[in-house]
């Protein structure tokens, strides 16, 4: 025959029951109170803003209590090794994040004390900006080729034999380029120069309506090409 727990065996339990339950609550207000951790730390407001220079970004949130934060960071969600901690407590928290790499998606979270901050178990994200182009740097424009002038002391060289050639300072400035051909072709330097045919103005035909084709026609053609 089974014997019925008595009164003083129930309020034996019941005790017993009691001091388990608040021993379970004061270890965790206990860890809560050590760790520094409440919901009055909570980040709230997240904020990153990145860097012009694609090299940085200051992380902010705001709390109720004041507290020292870590932003944890990396590349990938799942690898957030890198830690930016704060130096003083505040409820105005911004971390800057240095040495990131231009145009380059970045994820973290907020650690205070044991507790972590994120978007819902996802990681706040933010990309970098694409490099700075450095300042101070002009890059010339070109906007003609200046007719060259003889300098003193020099003289336009004529064509040998009425024949232009790439190797001679035509020109006088002193400088063997495109420009000495150029001026050799239209007959500059007190001194009509044939050109050199090629191509289609080998037979130009009678470009300039004189009734004979010669030297003049294969110049026309040269110089509307």
Aim: charged letters at 20%; aromatic letters at 6%.
């Amino acid at each position: 025959m089974t014997k019925k727990p008595t009164v003083k065996t129930i309020i034996i339990i019941v005790i017993m029951l009691l001091v388990g339950v608040l021993g379970v609550l004061g270890i965790t207000t206990a860890k809560t109170f050590f760790s520094g951790a409440s919901a009055a730390t909570e980040a709230k407001n997240v904020l990153a803003k990145v860097g012009e220079d694609g090299k940085s970004a200051v992380v902010t949130w705001v709390s109720d209590k004041a507290s020292m934060g870590i932003v944890e960071y990396g590349t990938t969600p799942a690898s957030l090794l890198l830690r930016a901690p704060e130096s003083t407590e505040t409820t105005n928290h911004a971390v800057t994040l240095s040495a990131l790499k231009a145009n380059t998606n970045y994820y973290f979270r907020i650690r205070v004390g044991e507790e972590l901050f994120d978007n819902n178990g996802i990681p706040y994200s933010f990309k970098t900006k694409e490099a700075a182009t450095p300042s101070g740097v002009v890059l010339p424009v070109i906007t003609s080729i200046p007719t060259p002038t003889a300098s003193a002391g020099l003289r336009p060289s004529p064509a040998v034999g009425g024949v232009c050639d790439r190797k001679t300072d035509y020109n006088g400035d002193g400088v063997v380029n495109s420009l000495d051909y150029v001026y050799c072709q239209k007959g500059q330097g007190g001194k009509a120069v044939t050109p050199v045919p090629t191509g289609k103005c080998l037979s130009p035909g009678d470009l300039n309506n004189d009734g004979v084709v010669n030297s003049l026609d294969i110049r026309k053609c040269l110089q509307n090409q």
